[in-house]
């Protein structure tokens, strides 16, 4: 679509399941138009279609206005990430929308401010001593992919400068870097992902 003044004008919906909160967002020309964020172990199912409606409603459209979706794709809890996917394919094909698949650790990484001489560690505690781990550089650009790894292996692959760490596993992995006398901060941004984010 074209706004007046002739530029292209993209209405997105987000939204994120995978993890442990449920979001979604209404995206357009002035930045956000809607948002709702529930920290949430469960219940993604019975709770995404009406904060889908929610927020477009709050936006002032509905999907026949959205342009695209967007959607983590994980890493996230196997019935969080079915129950995101599934609700996003469903919709994109009976829009015939183009649909956007987002990391959670891009997600999770994307709203930190780190120092030009830092890097971003997103992690995400995956217990017994792993995490899910994705590192980027200042300008959020990825310096690998995600993976899943003990978290001394993620400390050892930062081990070479200052890190901004950010998730439910940064604690544990500043821990780590820290012990390998690494300087590691932790970010004050979420540690969930956020649909504004994707």
Do not use: W
């Not at 394919?89 to 929308?97: H, I």
């Not at 505690?125 to 650009?141: C, L, P, S, T, V």
């Amino acid at each position: 679509r074209s706004s007046d003044d002739g530029a292209s004008v993209l209405t997105l919906l987000a939204f994120d399941t995978a993890q442990g909160a449920l979001s979604a967002a209404v995206l357009g020309r002035q930045g956000v138009l809607a948002h709702r964020f529930e920290l949430r172990t469960r219940g993604h199912a019975e709770n995404l279609m009406p904060m889908l409606e929610a927020v477009m409603a709050e936006a002032g459209v509905t999907f026949a206005d959205l342009d695209a979706l967007a959607v983590t794709v994980g890493p996230g809890t196997f019935t969080g990430l079915r129950v995101g996917l599934a609700a996003a394919r469903g919709l994109a094909l009976a829009r015939s929308l183009p649909l956007v698949g987002v990391t959670t650790l891009e997600a999770l990484a994307a709203p930190v401010r780190a120092e030009p001489d830092e890097r971003i560690a997103a992690a995400f505690d995956a217990k017994r001593g792993e995490i899910y781990f994705q590192a980027f550089d200042a300008n959020h650009e990825a310096l690998t992919e995600p993976m899943l790894v003990a978290v001394e292996d993620a400390a050892d692959r930062l081990a070479d400068g200052n890190v901004m760490c950010v998730g439910t596993g940064a604690a544990l992995l500043a821990e780590a870097l820290a012990s390998k006398g690494v300087q590691a901060r932790l970010s004050d941004a979420p540690a969930q992902p956020d649909a504004c984010s994707i």
